[in-house]
């Protein structure tokens, strides 16, 4: 009788990564065993404790839901519905070196003199200077000579006479240049626009209170309101690439905001360029800022403080055109997490109706908190001149040496525009 033999099939588990070990006629084979399911969800920290894992989930929490929001105004609700304590930076300031400070909490290296496009005249560019020479000669005249005026009020002369002049003299030379400048027949003039920007910035511990050793964010608002600002459904060209390279430093600041001094407010945080989110015209181009008593030269000079003139005329420009240029940059979709992918670029002039100053700005990075900032080498560029006089006195119904540099500068800065904006406009 024949003896039937089977060998017994025997499994045993591997030593190496959890492998089952089949043992039979065909030899050793292995199979991989299946990825266990977790049994319970991931354990994850409280959203109300006070640990640094809470407020990482907090603020990543909050992030998801910035990234989802499904238009540009629920983003900026979201990101400004917190109400806290925060810095209130005012263009104008009668701060001493209020420039390096604005720079600091900008994240902006200035740069003597224009970006290379505005810096000179090109061949056959500028209109006839002729003809909006006697232009700007005849709105000076009408009024320092013809216009009768009742006595100002105390520290109210020069705005009696600016703030009229500006309201007359830029859309004037704004209509005389809409056939060299097609961008501006469909652009917007507002006059003493609101502007608004909020943003973050270095962090602190808070000393007191029920939130006592917290570390915050550092909080800033700019409420600007220049005399008037042109607004221009087109872009302007940068001024330089977006990842340009540049030399200068920023200004490291390594003492509160305090100091210089800055005072803390609560109350609404507002991202704000002039208009709504839905106009058409969402960007900026050119803003006309009036050089208050707060920058008056002759005050200056009396309290033996001439070198911060142009400090004071600086730190306006920066801080001005950086609100002006984040709020755009947010009405575009972009923030501190989600970092601008193209330049935004805007001018500015301001004066106090005799000496003008013209700054531009480029703003590269929104990306100035601390998380945000580890790894970040773009920088904000702003450039400026230093003020130069119009005319040197008013005799009668005569403009006495007329500056035309300075009339040459502001058309070239209104006549700034994409390149083929005719094509451009007339797909419009």
């Given at each position: 009788?024949?003896?039937?033999?089977?060998?017994?099939?025997?499994?045993?588990?591997?030593?190496?990564?959890?492998?089952?070990?089949?043992?039979?006629?065909?030899?050793?084979?292995?199979?991989?065993?299946?990825?266990?399911?977790?049994?319970?969800?991931?354990?994850?920290?409280?959203?109300?404790?006070?640990?640094?894992?809470?407020?990482?989930?907090?603020?990543?929490?909050?992030?998801?839901?910035?990234?989802?929001?499904?238009?540009?105004?629920?983003?900026?609700?979201?990101?400004?519905?917190?109400?806290?304590?925060?810095?209130?930076?005012?263009?104008?300031?009668?701060?001493?070196?209020?420039?390096?400070?604005?720079?600091?909490?900008?994240?902006?290296?200035?740069?003597?003199?224009?970006?290379?496009?505005?810096?000179?005249?090109?061949?056959?560019?500028?209109?006839?200077?002729?003809?909006?020479?006697?232009?700007?000669?005849?709105?000076?005249?009408?009024?320092?000579?013809?216009?009768?005026?009742?006595?100002?009020?105390?520290?109210?002369?020069?705005?009696?006479?600016?703030?009229?002049?500006?309201?007359?003299?830029?859309?004037?030379?704004?209509?005389?240049?809409?056939?060299?400048?097609?961008?501006?027949?469909?652009?917007?003039?507002?006059?003493?626009?609101?502007?608004?920007?909020?943003?973050?910035?270095?962090?602190?511990?808070?000393?007191?209170?029920?939130?006592?050793?917290?570390?915050?964010?550092?909080?800033?608002?700019?409420?600007?309101?220049?005399?008037?600002?042109?607004?221009?459904?087109?872009?302007?060209?940068?001024?330089?690439?977006?990842?340009?390279?540049?030399?200068?430093?920023?200004?490291?600041?390594?003492?509160?905001?305090?100091?210089?001094?800055?005072?803390?407010?609560?109350?609404?945080?507002?991202?704000?360029?002039?208009?709504?989110?839905?106009?058409?015209?969402?960007?900026?181009?050119?803003?006309?800022?009036?050089?208050?008593?707060?920058?008056?030269?002759?005050?200056?000079?009396?309290?033996?403080?001439?070198?911060?003139?142009?400090?004071?005329?600086?730190?306006?420009?920066?801080?001005?055109?950086?609100?002006?240029?984040?709020?755009?940059?947010?009405?575009?979709?972009?923030?501190?997490?989600?970092?601008?992918?193209?330049?935004?670029?805007?001018?500015?002039?301001i004066t106090d109706g005799i000496y003008f100053s013209f700054f531009c700005y480029q703003l590269n990075t929104l990306a100035l908190t601390v998380s945000a900032d580890q790894h970040n080498n773009r920088k904000n560029i702003c450039w400026g001149t230093e003020s130069m006089r119009l005319y040197e006195a008013v005799e009668g119904d005569n403009v006495i040496g007329f500056n035309d540099e300075v009339l040459s500068l502001l058309v070239r800065f209104l006549l700034n525009r994409p390149e083929s904006v005719e094509s451009n406009l007339s797909g419009m």
């Amino acid at each position: 009788m024949a003896v039937c033999t089977r060998w017994r099939l025997v499994r045993a588990l591997g030593l190496n990564g959890g492998q089952q070990l089949r043992v039979g006629r065909a030899g050793l084979v292995t199979e991989a065993a299946p990825n266990p399911t977790p049994r319970y969800p991931p354990v994850l920290p409280s959203r109300t404790a006070k640990s640094k894992s809470a407020q990482r989930r907090r603020l990543d929490e909050l992030f998801q839901r910035v990234h989802g929001a499904p238009s540009v105004a629920e983003k900026i609700r979201l990101l400004t519905r917190i109400q806290r304590l925060k810095y209130v930076v005012y263009p104008q300031t009668l701060s001493l070196e209020a420039d390096r400070w604005y720079q600091s909490f900008t994240k902006t290296v200035f740069m003597p003199g224009l970006p290379g496009r505005l810096s000179g005249p090109e061949p056959g560019a500028e209109p006839d200077l002729g003809r909006l020479r006697s232009l700007v000669c005849e709105a000076v005249s009408q009024e320092n000579f013809y216009v009768k005026r009742r006595r100002p009020f105390l520290y109210r002369e020069r705005e009696q006479t600016v703030l009229p002049l500006l309201g007359s003299l830029v859309p004037r030379i704004i209509s005389a240049l809409t056939a060299e400048n097609p961008l501006l027949g469909v652009s917007s003039l507002d006059f003493q626009p609101d502007v608004n920007f909020y943003w973050l910035r270095g962090e602190r511990t808070v000393p007191r209170g029920h939130r006592k050793g917290r570390v915050d964010p550092i909080r800033f608002q700019i409420d600007d309101q220049p005399y008037c600002q042109i607004r221009v459904p087109k872009q302007l060209p940068e001024f330089v690439p977006l990842e340009h390279s540049v030399l200068e430093d920023v200004p490291v600041i390594h003492v509160e905001p305090c100091r210089l001094p800055l005072f803390q407010r609560q109350y609404d945080n507002n991202i704000f360029i002039g208009s709504k989110i839905s106009d058409s015209s969402c960007y900026g181009h050119t803003q006309f800022h009036f050089a208050s008593e707060k920058l008056r030269r002759e005050k200056l000079i009396k309290d033996n403080l001439p070198d911060q003139i142009e400090v004071r005329l600086r730190a306006n420009g920066i801080a001005s055109l950086f609100a002006w240029t984040g709020a755009q940059a947010m009405y575009q979709g972009f923030w501190s997490e989600a970092d601008v992918t193209r330049p935004f670029v805007s001018q500015a002039v301001i004066t106090d109706g005799i000496y003008f100053s013209f700054f531009c700005y480029q703003l590269n990075t929104l990306a100035l908190t601390v998380s945000a900032d580890q790894h970040n080498n773009r920088k904000n560029i702003c450039w400026g001149t230093e003020s130069m006089r119009l005319y040197e006195a008013v005799e009668g119904d005569n403009v006495i040496g007329f500056n035309d540099e300075v009339l040459s500068l502001l058309v070239r800065f209104l006549l700034n525009r994409p390149e083929s904006v005719e094509s451009n406009l007339s797909g419009m």
